[in-house]
Structure formats: structure tokens, C-alpha cells
């Protein structure tokens, strides 16, 4: 009786081990090998901004005259952890004559006044650099796929002539891969921007 | 488990110290799941509102603190046990903190506009948080004695779980860099929160779950609904809220296997070196148990960018695995420390 007992703790304590082992040697797996191994093999999706439309309101105005700039951003791939739109003026030396009119993002617009710090080369503040002309960047943290945003901005030009109007978009994180638009003119941050102008006769 | 009825509260003559003590845990309870949602919703900048249901959650749980206390202050001056003394005060008391904590948080914001995770109002609330679920867990363990509890056991894993919650929250304060602000550079140094994660968090799990498993003399299954019970908070204030890394569910759930195993090898054995093992391996978990915000903390030694929250599950797998080998030995070590320290929190809280 007693030597059945004792082989029944002994096989009781043996399938104990066994067990505990099985299970140990399942989780270091799964956590060390398995998991890392199948999330780091899924397809990676990214958000993909792009500028849908800029309505400016008058081609040509008078000098002291004011017109405003719509410029309307969309994300058409996945939501993205940031997403910003800026409108920049490399004729402008002061952000006096800017103002926001209109903005359905998230968070407020932020006007960037000259020798302001800025990001540059799409890494963001890690490369900053200080402002030469005065920006408009207004921003959603984060942007969902497919969603549009807009933003009105009445600007009146300091001088006569032609007057360049910059327009980008820039995700976050990958911004030095996905970003709008891919080549072309690059501003003050070392990005590619869409250039529009405005031209500005003297009364 | 069964729940409790109201045939339990007649039959063993539940007093308001107990329901008191109960609500207390609850409340508590309710405060840190809601906190810890609010900051999974602060992370993937939802935007939020003085009313949204994270909040909503947290100041519920502080209403139900703040209504257990006074009835186990009102029970303990009707009754003036001294067995009762102990979880009165630190109830009233970390019930009185969190209360202040409120308006002194709103006076932060307003001389320093935004905070971050780390401000010395937020250190007073996870304080008076864990000072009042530690009164909560007393008042339980005494209500045993007393014969007014009718669910010792289920109670008691109510009672702990906050507990953890709580000095949870606290490390993630003090080793995450959500805390920098405009007017305060209260970031950790990555290093020294490297280390402080390395250490304490193993520790935490050991000795909150050894201590269930020793509060439960040693049966099988209080152990493990403990963790799974702190497994589920986190998937569900921490991973479900967040849909870039809602995909991780199944990765997290192996968290319960190191949990079951020390449960297992607990109630199997009383001696000593297998009491030792399962702190070990409970420490060893900790590397995926505090998944994902551990994250942000292992990252700031690789590099001084953020983690955008797209970025958690493949920063994880892909560069913190590396830390694997150099937090093996401290997690086992720190796992049987927390063994050790456990019998402490097992003595202290044991039925008289």
C-alpha cells in the first residue's frame, strides 16, 4: 500500500515537472521566437498624404491687398501616429500680415514667426534649424486613413511681384520616406514643397 | 468563482468595517483601471474630454474610496477595535490624499499648463492610492478574522489587485520619459530607469502573487486568478483602446504561463528552494508581462527618438529582444527577492 502510494506521489511529481517544463519551454518560444518572428513578418502599411486641392482666392491683387489660400490635405493609406500641412511665404519677413481664417484640425495651427527652431530633412526636431520666412503648420495626432482636413489662411504681401505660396505634407514616424510631394522645389526645412504664386501688381 | 450574494452578507453577519473595506478596494480598483485607460488615451492622443468615460471610471472609483472609508471610519469609532485601527487610518488617510490630490493637480495646470506623467500632484495621487487599497486589503484580511467576510479569498484578490495596479503605476512614473514638460524635465535618466525597471517590476509581480499565493495557504488557483485578472486589465485599458497594437492580445496572453506555472509549483510544494523557483520565474516574466509601456522605457538607451505609437510592436520585437540576455539573472534575482519580502505583506495582512 504504502509503495503504491509512493509510486503515485513519485508519477504525481513527474507529470508535475513535466508539465511545468512543457509550459516554460512554450512561453520562452513563443515569447523569444514565435511572437517576434510573426509580427515582425506582417506587411507593414503606411499612411500616405497627399495635398487634394489649393484654392487660392485671387491670381493677382494689388499691393496691400489681402487674398486667402485653402489648402486641403488628405491621408489615403493608413492612420498615421501625425500628419502635418504647411503653408509657407519665402517673400514674407513677419507673420503680421498672416492669419488663420478657418481650420478643421484637431489642434490648433501654429504660426511660425522668422528665427523660430524648426525640423528639417524630415527627422523632425532631431536636425532643427532656425525659420528664414514665416510658415503656417497646422497638424493631426493622429490623422485617420482616408480622412481629409482644411485649413484658410489670409495672407496680404509685403511687396510687388510674383509671391510664392510653399504647400507640403508630412507624416510621422517615416517622414523621410512618405511625405508629399516626393521631389521637386525644397523650402527652408530641406523638404519638398508644391509652389504656388500669386502675383501682386502695384496699385 | 462564485460571486457574493446577499444570503452571504445575512449569514456571516457582514458589519460596515467589511463592506467599507470592500468598497475601498473597489473604488480603488475603479481609479487605476480608469487611469491607466486615460493614459493609453493621453499616448494615441485621442482626444478626450473632462467627461469621457476613462474619467468618468477614475472619479467613480474615487467617489466609492472616498464612501468605503468613512464607513470604516464610522464602524472603527462605534466600535473602537484596535485589530481595526491600522486599515482605518491608511484608508481615511489615502483617502483624504487622493481627495487633495484633485485640486492640486487643477493648481498645477494652471501655473504650468500641461504636465507630464511625473508631477508631484500625480506622485500624490498613486500614493494616496496605494495607501488607501493597502488600508482596503487590511480591512478584508481583518474582516476575516472577525468572521464578517463571507468570500475571504475573493475578496482578498479584489483587494490585491489595485495594489499591484497601483505600485504599478507608480514605477511606470518614475521610469517612463512621459515627463518632460515646457517648465519641468522630470524625465528619468534613461539609464538609471532602465535599472529601476530591471529591478522593481520583477519584484512587484513576485511579491504581489507570491503573497495571494501565500494569503490563500498555498491553494491552487487565487495565484493565477490574480494574474489573469491583471492580464485582463491590461488588454483591456491598455491594448484594446490602442488598434495599432490590438494585435498583440495573443502575445500577451502567454503572460499567463509563468503566472500558472509559479501557481503550480506553489501549491504543489512548501519547500523553500521551489518557493524561490516560482518567484524566479514570476520575475522572469516581467519582460512581457509590462508590454507594451516597458517599451518606451528600453528604448530610451537605443535611442533618444520616441516611440510613436505605430512603432511599439515592431521596436518590441525587432530591438528590444537584445535586452533579453542582460535582464535575465536581475529578473530572477529581483523574482526572489520579491519571494522573500512577499512573507512580510503575508504576515502583516494575516488573519488574527
Known amino acids: 500500500m504504502m509503495a503504491d502510494l509512493k509510486s503515485f506521489g513519485s508519477k504525481k511529481r513527474v507529470a508535475i515537472v513535466t508539465c511545468i517544463v512543457i509550459l516554460l519551454a512554450i512561453y520562452f518560444a513563443s515569447a523569444s521566437y514565435f511572437f517576434p518572428q510573426f509580427y515582425l513578418s506582417l506587411v507593414q502599411q503606411y499612411p500616405r498624404p497627399v495635398i487634394s486641392d489649393v484654392k487660392i482666392s485671387n491670381s493677382t491683387i494689388h499691393l496691400g491687398q489681402s487674398f486667402e489660400i485653402t489648402v486641403v490635405g488628405v491621408n489615403k493609406g493608413v492612420t498615421s501616429d501625425m500628419q502635418t500641412l504647411s503653408v509657407s511665404f519665402p517673400n514674407m519677413t513677419s507673420i503680421q500680415a498672416i492669419s488663420v481664417m478657418d481650420s478643421n484640425f484637431t489642434q490648433h495651427p501654429v504660426i511660425i514667426d522668422i528665427d523660430q527652431e524648426v525640423g528639417s530633412h524630415y527627422q523632425g526636431t532631431q536636425y532643427p534649424v532656425y525659420s528664414q520666412y514665416p510658415a503656417v503648420e497646422s497638424y493631426n495626432r493622429p490623422w485617420e486613413g482616408g480622412a481629409s482636413h482644411e485649413i484658410s489662411i489670409d495672407v496680404t504681401p509685403e511687396s510687388a511681384g510674383k509671391f510664392l505660396v510653399f504647400v507640403k505634407s508630412v507624416v510621422l514616424p517615416h517622414s523621410d520616406t512618405i511625405h508629399y510631394p516626393m521631389n521637386g522645389t525644397k523650402d527652408q526645412q530641406s523638404e519638398y514643397v508644391v509652389p504656388y504664386s500669386v502675383n501682386v501688381v502695384n496699385p | ?136 486589503l487590511l480591512g478584508i484580511r481583518r474582516s476575516i478574522s472577525s468572521k464578517t467576510n463571507p468570500k475571504p479569498m475573493l475578496t482578498t484578490l479584489l483587494a490585491m489587485l489595485p495594489i499591484w495596479l497601483a505600485a504599478g503605476g507608480m514605477l511606470d512614473m518614475l521610469c517612463l520619459p512621459f515627463s518632460n514638460t515646457a517648465h519641468f524635465k522630470f524625465n528619468p535618466d534613461p539609464t538609471l530607469a532602465v535599472i529601476l525597471a530591471t529591478v522593481a517590476f520583477p519584484f512587484l509581480s513576485s511579491v504581489i502573487l507570491i503573497s495571494m499565493s501565500s494569503m490563500s ?101 525587432a530591438d528590444l529582444t537584445k535586452f533579453y540576455p542582460i535582464v535575465f539573472l536581475p529578473a530572477i534575482a529581483s523574482g526572489i527577492l520579491g519571494t522573500i519580502a512577499s512573507k512580510k505583506l503575508a504576515i502583516n495582512s494575516t488573519v488574527k
Open chain 2, 217 to 317: 495557504q498555498k491553494r491552487f488557483g487565487y495565484l493565477s486568478a490574480l494574474g489573469a485578472s491583471f492580464v485582463a486589465v491590461v488588454i483591456l485599458t491598455t491594448i484594446i483602446p490602442d488598434d495599432k497594437i490590438r494585435i498583440s492580445i495573443p502575445f500577451y496572453l502567454i503572460n499567463l504561463i509563468p503566472i500558472v506555472v509559479a501557481d503550480i509549483i506553489l501549491s504543489s510544494s512548501q519547500k523553500k528552494p521551489l518557493t524561490y523557483l516560482a518567484g524566479a520565474i514570476l520575475g522572469l516574466g516581467f519582460f512581457t508581462l509590462y508590454f507594451p509601456l516597458i517599451t518606451h522605457v528600453y528604448n530610451e538607451i537605443l535611442t533618444t527618438a520616441p516611440v510613436w505609437p505605430s512603432a511599439i510592436i515592431n521596436t518590441y520585437f
Open chain 2, 1 to 136: 468563482m462564485a460571486t457574493i450574494g446577499v444570503k452571504d452578507f445575512q449569514k456571516y453577519h457582514t458589519d460596515r468595517f467589511f463592506l467599507g473595506s470592500l468598497l475601498v478596494s473597489i473604488g480603488v480598483l475603479l481609479t487605476t483601471t480608469g487611469g491607466s485607460w486615460d493614459i493609453t488615451n493621453h499616448l494615441i492622443n485621442r482626444p478626450e474630454t473632462f467627461l469621457s468615460i476613462p474619467h468618468t471610471v477614475l472619479y467613480t472609483g474615487v467617489v466609492v474610496t472616498i464612501i468605503g472609508a468613512i464607513a470604516m471610519l464610522q464602524d472603527y469609532r462605534h466600535k473602537r477595535d484596535p485589530l481595526k485601527s491600522l486599515p482605518t487610518k491608511m484608508a481615511v488617510i489615502g483617502s483624504l490624499v487622493l481627495v487633495g490630490a484633485g485640486p492640486a493637480d487643477f493648481g498645477w495646470h494652471q501655473m504650468f499648463g500641461l504636465d507630464g506623467l511625473l508631477s508631484p500632484t500625480h506622485m500624490m495621487l498613486v500614493l494616496g492610492m496605494l495607501c488607501v487599497s493597502l488600508g482596503g
